[in-house]
């Protein structure tokens, strides 16, 4: 079991779906109290009743790509509410395919607020003395798409990368005080977003991460979410800074 303390309380953006709700499930099976942001409660509600300590997990409803100068004091409204966060999570994101031919930079910006700049004023929030336990554990969820983006995917691989870069610089500005950073990059992996990615480009992404895993397997979001829990660990205590690949095997070749 990884090391955890009583009074962890972990935040986890995209709380409602995919790796999000599976990292959910995962911390909160370990009995670890968590907070879930998600803009649907309906699906919020959903994942709260799958919880098997349902009374540990509460969430709040936002929009993470709407009113981001806001997001800092937003932290410290729920620190006032819930207590202090050990850890957070950012799994919200999103993937719209947009050819170079189709570029628009409004649909490229609204793309950069939910996965990139969200993720920062949350994290300016959350690293005020204030509003964090004394070791505050991060984890990005970004792509393996920062390193090798698909056609028309160019801003999603773009916002990703990004993330990855934030990690490793605000681990050299803001590690001194207790703060841990990192990301994770997974590959091809069993959810909406990817199935709705797959049918937009014509069925052919899925089945081209069954070919290149080496199982013939398409990654689980629970894969993901057990890394995510290592990560947010005390075992993990001197991994800092890091870009970590968990895709099955499939950027092999």
Known sequence: MNNFSKDELILVT????????????????????????????????????NCKYPEKFNYVIRDLSQDLDCLSDFISDIVKTYGKFSGFVHCAGVLNLMPISAWDYTSAIKDFNI???????????????????????????SSMAAQKSYPAAICYGMTKASLNNLAIGLTREIGSKKIRINTIMPGGCNTDMAVKHSEDSGNSYITDVLNKTPFKEIGKPEYVA?????????????????????DGGEYLN
């Open 226 to 246: 057990n890394l995510i829990s290592f990560l947010l660990s005390k075992d993990s205590y001197w991994i800092q800074g890091q870009c970590i690949p968990i």
């Open 14 to 49: 995209g709380a409602s779906s995919g790796i999000g709700e599976s990292t959910i499930y995962k911390l909160n099976a370990l009995g670890l109290n968590c907070i879930g942001l998600a803009r649907s409660e309906d699906k919020l509600k959903k994942v709260k009743n």
């Open 115 to 141: 996965n990139l700049f969200s993720a920062i004023e949350m994290i300016k929030g959350l690293s005020k003395k204030k509003n964090k336990q004394e070791l505050l554990n991060i984890v990005l969820v």
